[in-house]
Nanobody, 113 residues
Framework: QVQLVESGGGLVQPGGSLMLSCAAS??????MGWHRQAPGKQRELVAS???????NYADSVKGRFTISRDYAENTVYLQMNSLKPEDSAVYYC?????????WGQGTQVTVSS
């Protein structure tokens, strides 16, 4: 079992920045990441990072978002810069143990002037 506690998110103006964090506890985790879901759209991968530090980003966020991981604290961060209105969505933390996927409760990010 893995428990995920997310924090961050909120309302920001276009061009602004936000940081999301997700603290995990429980079983050993291989990959952690962030997905997002906007109204009427499917959930999509934003960024992920493996235990070895390999990262993967959606094309739409490359160069603007940075995912990082604190292995000692078992926490993953998503630094979001140059935010656009189309980044508005509920962001979900994800943890994969190699056997199962676990999801956080989601945190709302709204980019609007």
């Amino acid at each position: 079992q893995v428990q995920l506690v997310e924090s961050g998110g909120g309302l920001v103006q276009p061009g602004g920045s936000l940081m999301l964090s997700c603290a995990a506890s429980g079983s050993p985790i291989y990959t952690m990441g962030w997905h997002r879901q906007a109204p009427g759209k499917q959930r999509e991968l934003v960024a992920s990072i493996t235990r070895g530090g390999r990262t993967n980003y959606a094309d739409s966020v490359k160069g603007r978002f940075t995912i990082s991981r604190d292995y000692a604290e078992n926490t993953v961060y998503l630094q979001m810069n140059s935010l656009k209105p189309e980044d508005s969505a509920v962001y979900y933390c994800n943890a994969n143990t190699g056997r199962e996927d676990y999801w956080g409760q989601g945190t709302q990010v709204t980019v609007s002037s």
